[in-house]
């Protein structure tokens, strides 16, 4: 750790207050140059205890930057993973309001339910896969706080991997009944299909992203409990969106979810 509690502690209440009043900022990097990973999630952590200080509940976790389309666009080379609160779920074919984000992007992804807990180190797909009730289609909605979406990686890591909103549905699979590295994606904007892929590109096999999560937080003394709903990270690239656009994400055999903006 290079910064002192309140450091932390101050960069936690900024990068939330952002996100709660929808204002961009400068990335904390360029006034903290020094900071490391730890302070990093320290202040990711802070953000979590700050929610669940106001009452709100954590229902699960995300991976993010697990494809290489993901990594190229922001210019990064490793995954990084944060926290879903309630506060951030939206209802299946519900509105999302611009007016509370700075500059929403959409991203496909297929969503994870936990049977039992996973507590790593030493996970790997096998576990994982052991442990998972069932998969769905989700629709990350990502809004990093950082001026123009532009940011390094530690950067992103304090501010909660771009977390704000999300919506999860369609039809629920057991993992036994699909095959994540070949499943097939269409996500369609305002009825075109705009982006498309398979599981395959979320780190070969969309559980190993789970597995990495699983790891990661058993490194810091935490697990992914039982009933924890996870987001395994954009399949492919993120597209803007704005108030008015409808976006649906199908999934083969998973039926479909969407949102619409207003
Ligand atoms: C960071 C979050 C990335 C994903 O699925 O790759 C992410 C960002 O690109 O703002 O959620
Ligand atoms: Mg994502």
Redesign the pocket.
Known sequence: MSLDQSTIDNLAAHLETCELEARDTAKITDEYPEMDWDDAYAIQDRIRQRKLARGERIVGF?A????HA?MKQ?GVATPCFGFLADSFALPEGGECKVSELIHPKV?P?IAFVTRTALQGPGCHIGTVLAAIDFVMPGI?V?D?RYRD?KFDLKS?VADN??AVRFVVGGRPLPVAEVDLRTVGIVLEKNGQPVLFGAGAAVLGHPAAAIAMLANHLGARGEHIPAGSLI?S??ITE?VAVQAGDAITLRVQGMGSVGLRFV
């Open positions: 995300k993010g930057l697990t494809s993901k922001m991203e992804e990350e990502i990093s979406f992103v991997t771009s987001l990270g954009g993120a």
